[in-house]
């Protein structure tokens, strides 16, 4: 199976600092991912490698198989991600900020929020303007219900 996600000897170097140094990742279709570091690893820093919103120093990113360049918008569409703090509005419930997210990443099919609330076991959270839906929600709404590849 070939990967969705790999690198290749990346490298950011700023100031003739490196903040990373040949990182080498290979994440196939279907597996979750994580970064587990220290403040100041780089985690950030590979992130927006992957996103094209740095270009590396040395080494290369593809996505689905593409190497990313500058004019990478199609794969690019093909993406979502969240990097730091995601924008919420605080007059909004969880629930709607979810569904707002969702309609404008083009995820959104009615009652997909309120299925993936069931699933989780949340039906009724979230339901006051700034209420959370549950512990974290600000990195997980980033993963809108619906949300396939």
Same mark, same amino acid.
């Given at each position: 199976?070939?990967?969705?996600?790999?690198?290749?000897?990346?490298?950011?170097?700023?100031?003739?600092?490196?903040?990373?140094?040949?990182?080498?990742?290979?994440?196939?279709?279907?597996?979750?991912?994580?970064?587990?570091?220290?403040?100041?690893?780089?985690?950030?820093?590979?992130?927006?490698?992957?996103?094209?919103?740095?270009?590396?120093?040395?080494?290369?990113?593809?996505?689905?198989?593409?190497?990313?360049?500058?004019?990478?918008?199609?794969?690019?569409?093909?993406?979502?991600?969240?990097?730091?703090?995601?924008?919420?509005?605080?007059?909004?419930?969880?629930?709607?900020?979810?569904?707002?997210? /969702?309609?404008?990443?083009?995820?959104?099919?009615?009652?997909?929020?309120?299925?993936?609330?069931?699933?989780?076991?949340?039906?009724?959270?979230?339901?006051?303007?700034?209420?959370?839906?549950?512990?974290?929600?600000?990195?997980?709404?980033?993963? /809108?219900?619906?949300?396939?590849?």
């Amino acid at each position: 199976m070939p990967d969705i996600i790999q690198t290749n000897q990346l490298t950011k170097t700023i100031d003739g600092r490196d903040l990373v140094r040949n990182v080498n990742i290979h994440v196939k279709k279907g597996e979750i991912y994580g970064f587990l570091g220290p403040n100041g690893a780089g985690k950030t820093s590979v992130m927006k490698m992957i996103t094209n919103l740095w270009k590396p120093t040395e080494g290369e990113v593809l996505l689905f198989g593409e190497k990313l360049t500058p004019d990478s918008y199609e794969v690019l569409k093909r993406m979502g991600s969240i990097i730091e703090f995601p924008g919420f509005y605080d007059h909004m419930s969880g629930k709607e900020n979810l569904q707002l997210h /969702c309609e404008y990443m083009g995820y959104y099919t009615p009652g997909s929020v309120e299925n993936a609330l069931e699933m989780l076991g949340a039906v009724g959270s979230g339901e006051k303007a700034g209420e959370k839906l549950f512990a974290g929600d600000e990195a997980a709404s980033g993963n /809108c219900p619906g949300n396939s590849p």
